[in-house]
T-cell receptor, first 112, second 111 residues
């Protein structure tokens, strides 16, 4: 079946460090890919998305490129801030399906 | 623009009690979902709906029921609450199966 695999957390970084959170997927078709962010005590919010191979999604300094050849959608940010501390979820959607498939989430902790 | 509204935000139930978690969206989305999130864990789909009058089970439906009489509302009913249902519950909606908008969650404790 379709699935999303994320790196285990927590990922612990100092402010201004470079961030990579790995995400790979298995899907029977050509999915759309998403990153959601969950700040402490809140619901998930859409961070960025990409709908086809080689597309790059970007928002708030975060980027992710849809790599069909490696079935990956890694999240990157050049310089993290304390306010980026949150749980990040990678997800996929296949056309015609009613639901998203989520990864298990990766917690990011950024210290000053 | 309210988006997805969940009530209550917090609730403590005794074992065996029942309650309804409310979820309302004002975006005219056809698709609505209920997830639970246990501490330190990812999301598990309980039930979902693709339109008024249509509901379907997710991966963890036991102990829960839903109804969808209108496009806006998708309440989740817990009958005979058990400690295993202690969790944070999220409602979400989408226009077509992706691009979810989530509510802020209901934190439920069963004692």
């Amino acid at each position: 079946g379709d699935s999303v695999t994320q790196m285990e957390g927590p990922v612990t970084l100092s402010e201004e460090a470079f961030l990579t959170i790995n995400c790979t997927y298995t899907a029977t078709g050509y999915p759309s890919l998403f990153w959601y962010v969950q700040y402490p005590g809140e619901g998930l919010q859409l961070l960025l998305k990409a709908t086809k191979a080689d597309d790059k999604g970007s928002n708030k300094g975060f980027e992710a490129t849809y790599r069909k050849e490696t079935t990956s959608f890694h999240l990157e940010k050049g310089s993290v801030q304390v306010s980026d501390s949150a749980v990040y979820f990678c997800a996929l959607h296949l056309s015609g399906y009613s639901t998203l498939t989520f990864g298990k989430g990766t917690m990011l902790l950024v210290s000053p | 623009n309210a988006g997805v509204t969940q009530t209550p935000k917090f609730r403590i139930l005794k074992i065996g009690q029942s309650m309804t978690l409310q979820c309302t969206q004002d975006m005219n989305h056809n698709y609505m979902y209920w997830y639970r999130q246990d501490p330190g864990m990812g999301l598990k789909l309980i039930y979902y709906s693709v339109g008024a009058g249509i509901t379907d089970k997710g991966e963890v439906p036991n102990g829960y029921n839903v109804s969808r009489s209108t496009t806006e509302d998708f309440p989740l009913r817990l009958e005979l609450a058990a400690p295993s249902q202690t969790s944070v519950y999220f409602c979400a909606s989408s226009p077509g199966g992706a691009g979810y908008t989530f509510g802020s969650g209901t934190r439920l404790t069963v004692v």
